[in-house]
């Protein structure tokens, strides 16, 4: 049986990078899809050999662009978690590194047509409901991928690409804190459940005997703090509304501590079973309102940040990222009206990936 070719753009978006597809060039019904992206990426081996994953979490994304049918947003975008070894998709979560590649993506496959030196994009997260702007460079009517823009966790500099996340508090749970409280205690373990962007259980580093300034494969070699993080992270989820959690990435989890490096605070984030080498953009921005939320686990651990909106650096195994938050802190609680982030992308390469005609025969 022959091959089935499915044309796609491949993006490094901030920190990960992935196929990039026109949705409709997909199946329709998710079981299917979800064979076609395990085939396409080779989930199922540790180096994802027999596909185009990068044997890593933040290498095995996929995101699915269509023109949207909803009038607040010019392309709906919807992101899969293709898992690196274990031949699982996860349809629930939403990433916003590879959200930074979507409006360059949206532009390249002629979703969208350039509207000047700038380009504004309305984006839809399929997966959560949220509304990005996205703003790309497009000098000429092509997008520009070469700039001075820097991130940390990618070499180098290139074209900044510009994200205001609104309407994202509840993404998954529809509350900023959906087991009702500021902090519970699991197993021992005081944690804040804060759905801001991504659903994320935070704890202070310190409650499991961590520094919280751990590199990313030395958090990955204490399968001990995985053994205990894990456990909690499932009944949190049960506690956050979300039922099971055993098989699926969400919620994530994060571990807080006192920066060392000038910024606001320092995080490390679990994608949830190994440590992101950097930050989630998603992630980022749940943090930063943990940060600005009093009476959290971050309370203590951080100078509060001046101005309005406030600037919060998170730092991470790769150096820091940060949020600029526009947001109300009061009585009746904490209230985001949106978040922006600095992100970059670049086209990598466009064609076509091959995936067996037995796992789908194509349109």
């Known amino acids: ?6 044309p796609f753009h491949f993006l490094r978006g901030g920190t990960s990078r992935g196929p990039y597809f026109n949705r409709a060039d997909l199946p329709e019904d998710r079981e299917t899809l979800a064979r076609v ?8 081996h540790k180096l994802n050999i027999d596909g185009i994953g990068g044997g890593a979490a933040v290498t095995t994304k996929v995101a699915m662009l269509s023109r949207s049918e909803n009038n607040d947003a010019d392309i709906d975008y919807f992101f899969a978690q293709v898992s690196v070894e274990d031949g699982l998709v996860d349809f629930k979560p939403t990433c916003g590194n590879i959200l930074s590649g979507v409006g360059p993506a949206a532009l390249e496959m002629g979703l969208i047509v350039p509207q000047g030196d700038t380009t504004r994009i ?18 000429d009517g092509a997008v520009e991928y070469e700039g001075s ?22 993404s998954a749970t529809g509350k900023l804190l959906p087991t009702g409280n500021l902090r519970d205690v699991i197993d021992g373990i005081e944690v804040t459940c804060m759905d801001v962007a991504m659903p994320v259980v935070i704890a202070r580093a310190a409650d499991f005997g961590l520094t919280g300034h751990e590199t990313a494969a030395e958090l990955d070699e204490n ?4 053994a205990r993080m894990e456990p909690i992270r499932q009944e ?13 990435v969400t919620p994530k989890f994060a571990l807080l501590a006192p920066p060392r490096n000038g910024g606001t605070v320092t995080a490390r984030y679990f994608m949830p079973w190994n440590c992101h080498p950097t930050m989630a953009v998603t992630g980022a921005q749940c943090l930063a309102s943990a940060v600005l939320t009093p009476g959290t686990v971050a309370e203590g651990l951080f100078t509060p940040p001046e101005g309005q909106p406030a600037l919060v650096l998170i730092e991470h195994p790769g150096g820091a990222i940060d949020v600029t938050v526009d947001y109300e802190a009061g009585a009746d609680g904490f209230h985001l009206r949106s978040a922006g982030l600095l ?15 037995s796992v789908w025969a194509g349109r």
């Open 236 to 248: 949190a989820g049960r506690r956050m509304g979300m039922g099971d959690v055993t098989k699926s």
């Open 149 to 170: 823009a820097q991130i940390d966790g990618v070499p180098g500099a290139a074209a900044p690409v510009f994200l205001n996340f609104m309407d994202v508090v509840g």
């Open 37 to 44: 992206l395990v085939a396409a990426l080779g989930s199922g």
């Open 1 to 6: 049986m022959r091959q089935t070719a499915i």
């Open 343 to 357: 992100r970059t992308a670049r086209l990598l390469a466009r064609g076509e990936v091959f995936v067996p005609g």
């Open 223 to 226: 399968r001990d703090f995985y």
């Open 122 to 139: 309305r984006i839809r997260s399929v997966n959560t409901g949220a509304l990005v702007e996205a703003v790309v460079a497009t000098p």
